[in-house]
């Protein structure tokens, strides 16, 4: 189990159990309560939202590392798309009554051979529904086998802005709590993709993380997800797809990070060139044939070339690499993909393989990695508790009159005190805003809070084989130093609140450290 509040999870289980027993007469109810369960011990649900051709599909491609959601140059996500782990691919259908039909997947073929660069094509036009008469689709559930989706199922959603309001409104209803949905929130967090920070994103962000308690009594800043990232996305483009259009997007992205962080509408917000990671993840040997061929021609000739993406493909043009399969690699890198491999070939790249790492690492895509498992993927557990937390206090408030009401402020006390929402916070100003402290400290209150990994060791700085009673000693010392620096009387209140945040982390490791192996762990006691 990961994360800081360690006995979230059984606690959590225990309580829609009790919930269960006291409701269970009521088969709407049960139904719900027993999702409840379910969502603990499946995997983490992560949604991609954003403006329409922010770039969703594209991303999902390249954190799978598989072309499996379709990209082409119209709105193709205008469904609610599932993307679950599967034993074979699959596509089906779902009519919003459960009514299901199985999906005709065409992949269109590129340049000499090689796949399409818009990949899949989901064809919807005959559909065989296992229903006497035909259905609306609602949504569609893609099964693919893929270690990335065992252990993350990936939920792709129309555009907030898209042309039709009804397609746009369906993302509402996915994502902001305390509307018609399902009582459940559908995801545990939320990847949000910016090409732009307007009032539509800032909009949305507020209601996917606030909504309104109403009468469920869910406090409101804990009914949304609990995790929500930004991503600067088709980052290449703010550059115009100049070499050093990722500089550009990080200045950007700094920009969007300080006004969204200081709301709390954000944990962190990545750059990255979907695009370029997803060809980066998805290079063919033939492809790098072509950067190869083109990192021997003359610089000034090669840039002439690529003054637009129209020239370069242009068949005239004198290039050693036929022009439909240019095209194709501007389709599928983009200008800046072509310039940044060419360029890293003539310094010296050679192979594939290490041309693929290198635009992988360019591309912002393994920074996002990386965010993503120390905030989303090390807490899943926390995560998906605090999904099925918020569900159960609606259905709780929803049902009144029975024993089950005695449950209800122990969830609410739950969701207002889960330690690890705050670590994800401070976490997020860390990236943004240093703290006034010295370059050690920083690092250590890092630490402690989970931004190098949750485990206590990695928490404390030591190595993995560490004896506990030194990690007790350790955590001990890390309680009295950052209490010792909460008091301190020159700390702002930001500095002072941040320091307590490190000490109740270091509480939480002692709390583990002291248990036995065997026993269940316990949850992390309330400042004092």
């Known amino acids: 189990m990961s994360g800081v509040g360690y006995g979230l999870v059984p606690e959590t289980r225990g309580l829609v159990a009790a919930a269960r027993r006291a409701l269970g007469e009521r088969p709407r109810v049960r139904a719900q309560l027993d999702e409840c369960a379910r969502r603990l011990d499946e995997p983490l ?60 997947v065409r992949r269109g073929r590129g340049a000499e051979g090689l796949p399409g660069a818009h990949g899949l094509t989901f064809d919807l036009s005959a559909l065989r529904w296992n229903s006497p008469t035909p259905r609306e689709v609602d949504q569609l559930a893609v099964e693919w086998p893929s270690a990335e989706l065992a252990q993350t199922t990936i939920i792709d959603t129309p555009g907030i802005s898209s042309l039709s309001r009804e397609v746009s409104a369906r993302t509402s209803r996915l994502l902001t709590p305390g509307g018609p949905g399902p009582a459940l929130p559908p995801a545990d967090a939320v990847l949000y993709l910016l090409r732009r920070l307007d009032a539509a994103d800032v909009d949305f962000l507020e209601k996917i993380g606030g909504g309104q308690s109403g009468s469920t009594g869910v406090p409101q800043s804990f009914s949304g997800p609990l995790g929500v990232v930004g991503v600067v996305s088709r980052a290449d483009e703010i550059g115009a797809g ?20 200081r ?20 290079l063919r040997q033939r492809e790098y044939d072509a950067f190869e061929a083109l990192a021997a021609i003359p610089v000034d000739e090669l840039t002439t070339a690529l003054l637009s993406a129209d020239r370069f493909a242009h068949p005239d043009l004198p290039l050693p690499v036929p022009a439909e399969l240019r095209a194709h690699l501007t389709a599928r890198f983009g200008l800046f993909g072509i310039r940044l491999a060419v360029t890293l070939i003539r310094l010296g790249v050679r192979g594939s393989q290490a041309l693929a790492a290198e635009l992988s690492s360019r591309s912002g895509l393994d920074e996002l990695r990386t965010v993503l498992d120390v905030q989303f993927a090390q ?9 099925a937390l918020t569900a159960l206090a609606r259905i709780l ?15 609410r006390t739950l969701l207002a005190d889960v330690h690890g929402f ?37 928490r404390l700085g030591l190595p993995a084989h560490t004896d506990l009673p030194t990690q007790r000693d350790v955590a001990l010392a890390a309680v009295h130093k950052w209490r010792s620096r909460a008091r301190h009387p020159l700390a702002d209140q930001f500095t002072a609140n941040a320091c307590l945040t490190a000490a109740r982390s270091a509480e939480g490791l002692l709390d583990i450290l002291h248990e036995p192996p065997t026993t269940p762990f316990p949850a992390v006691r309330p400042g004092r």
Do not use: M
């Not at 709301?263 to 998805?282: H, K, N």
């Not at 705050?422 to 989970?450: C, T, V």
């Open 45 to 104: 649900r992560v949604a991609l939202a954003g403006q329409l051709k922010a770039g969703k599909s594209t991303l999902l491609n390249a954190l799978v590392g598989q072309d499996i959601a379709p990209t082409d140059a119209t709105e193709c996500t205008r469904l609610v798309t599932w993307y679950r782990n599967g034993t074979a691919p699959r596509v089906t259908a779902y009519s919003a009554d459960g009514a299901r039909a199985d999906v005709v």
């Open 242 to 261: 100049r070499i050093d259009a990722l500089h550009s997007a990080r200045d950007v992205a700094t920009r969007f990070a300080t006004e969204l962080e």
């Open 263 to 282: 709301t709390g509408l954000c944990q962190s917000v990545i750059p990255v060139a979907g695009l370029l990671a997803f060809a980066a993840a998805t």
């Open 379 to 387: 807490r899943a557990d926390e995560l998906k508790a605090h999904s």
């Open 397 to 411: 408030a929803a049902n009144p009159g029975s024993t089950a009401d005695a449950l209800l402020p122990r969830v």
């Open 422 to 458: 705050a670590e994800l916070r401070l976490l997020a100003h860390l990236r943004a805003d240093e703290l006034p402290l010295p370059p050690d400290d920083l690092a250590e209150l890092n630490r402690l809070i989970g931004g190098t990994g949750v485990a206590p060791t990695l």
